[in-house]
């Protein structure tokens, strides 16, 4: 009531430039829920592609080129960790990342150096709940999907299963029967291939060798499947809430599968990890139970649905990331808010300025008891 006599309005700009730093396991599809929503949102784009993965980068720079030569608002440079660090110093007004937690957490540092605002998609330890009145079949064909596919690397990749006792023996057979048929390997008849950077081999190899030595079993594939940069297909069960194999991301063909008790128990384990990326629940309670964990995501008796709609936001929480792309939250966060007010007549109770009155104050008074006084 004492601003009736001001318009408002409320408008989302372009911040200007957005440099973005983009991952080698998904080098297009990622980086454009970046690229695409700082393009639409009015800004111009520098793009540094993941090291391992230049050429992709320079070939979506080129064909952006050839659709629309009049605008170069899209430039890619390419190089190791220091050219990253450079476009996070170099005073462009956001950077939108993806990738490891733990390359982010150097990204924000060298970005807290200016002041440069971030978005960071991170690593994930998502989780399978499957209650007992779940679809066992499609749990066990999702379990086996988010685990397996593109070999493990994937941000919202199953690590871990967490299945309700009465339908334990009956998920754990039918995955562990889904995924022996999956084979990793050059030929045409393999579904999977290499794991693509050497070093994620000896994660892989570390977090399995981990898990059994903590006394979980290994009931397909195991440490003895690794070979080169392949990677069968592992499934382990038994394997203690500590080890390595539940804690960090792991990023290969391998999921960990925890008999429970009750839905709480499950509830629980999942909320337990510092990741918070993605969720995927099957029960006729599905919902409830999702609304009980802490995730930026999560689909109920399906798998990682929430990111094929485009409507909906995609990000993580904890030290899965901040900020969000797709949907119209992806587009606000190449964006600053503009407030602004216009004055349409003269206000009858003027408040800022020193020609204000004591019989002022007592009508404001009178106003704030009405609007606000519990008495």
Same mark, same amino acid.
């Given at each position: 009531m004492l601003t009736i006599n001001q318009a408002a309005s409320l408008e989302y700009r372009p911040l200007g430039v957005v440099g973005v730093i983009g991952p080698w396991n998904y080098p297009i599809f990622t980086p454009l829920?970046?690229?695409?929503?700082?393009?639409?949102? *009015?800004?111009?784009?520098?793009?540094?592609?993941?090291?391992?993965?230049?050429?992709?980068?320079?070939?979506?720079?080129?064909?952006?080129?050839?659709?629309?030569?009049?605008?170069s608002v899209l430039q890619v440079i390419t190089?190791?960790?220091?050219? *990253?660090?450079?476009?996070?110093?170099?005073?462009?007004?956001?950077? *939108?990342?993806? *990738?490891? @937690?733990? @390359?982010?957490?150097?990204?924000?540092?060298?970005?807290?150096?200016?002041? @440069?605002?971030?978005?960071?998609?991170?690593?994930?330890?998502?989780?399978?709940?499957?209650d007992s009145t779940g679809n066992v079949d499609a749990a066990a064909d999702a379990a086996v999907w988010g685990a397996l596919s593109n070999s493990g690397q994937t941000c919202l990749g199953i690590e871990r299963v967490y299945v309700h006792e009465d339908v334990y023996d009956e998920f754990l057979d039918k995955t562990i029967a889904l995924a022996s048929k999956i084979r990793a390997g050059s030929g045409a008849q393999d579904k999977i291939g290499p794991i693509?950077?050497?070093?994620?081999v000896d994660i892989i190899r570390r977090h399995l060798t981990d898990a059994v030595a903590k006394g979980g079993r290994v009931v397909l594939g195991g440490p003895g499947s690794i070979s080169g940069q392949y990677v069968q297909p592992t499934i382990l069960v038994d394997v203690p809430e500590d080890s390595l194999a539940v804690t960090e991301e792991t990023f290969g063909p391998t999921m960990t599968i925890t008999k429970v008790r009750t839905m709480d128990?499950?509830?629980m384990h999942t909320n337990a990890s510092r990741y918070a990326l993605g969720l995927s629940v099957f029960s006729k309670n599905g919902v409830a139970i999702a609304d009980r964990i802490r995730s930026g995501g999560a689909s109920v008796n399906s798998y990682v649905m929430y990111a094929a709609i485009p409507s909906l936001p995609l990000g993580g929480v904890g030290e899965s990331g901040f900020g969000r792309v797709h949907g119209a939250d992806g587009l606000k966060e190449f964006t600053y808010a503009r407030a602004s007010s216009r004055q349409r007549f003269p206000s009858l109770l003027p408040l800022t300025t020193f020609r204000r009155t004591a019989r002022i104050d007592s009508l404001v008074k009178v106003l704030i008891r009405a609007l606000h006084g519990r008495h």
């Open positions: 829920g970046s690229i695409s929503f700082a393009l639409a949102a *009015g800004n111009a784009v520098v793009y540094k592609p993941s090291e391992f993965a230049p050429g992709v980068g320079e070939w979506l720079g080129r064909v952006f080129a050839e659709v629309v030569p009049e605008h190089g190791d960790g220091s050219v *990253g660090a450079e476009l996070c110093r170099s005073g462009v007004d956001k950077i *939108g990342f993806t *990738g490891s @937690t733990a @390359t982010g957490k150097k990204v924000m540092a060298a970005c807290a150096e200016t002041l @440069t605002p971030v978005l960071m998609e991170c690593g994930g330890k998502d989780a399978l709940i499957l693509t950077m050497p070093s994620q128990e499950a509830i």
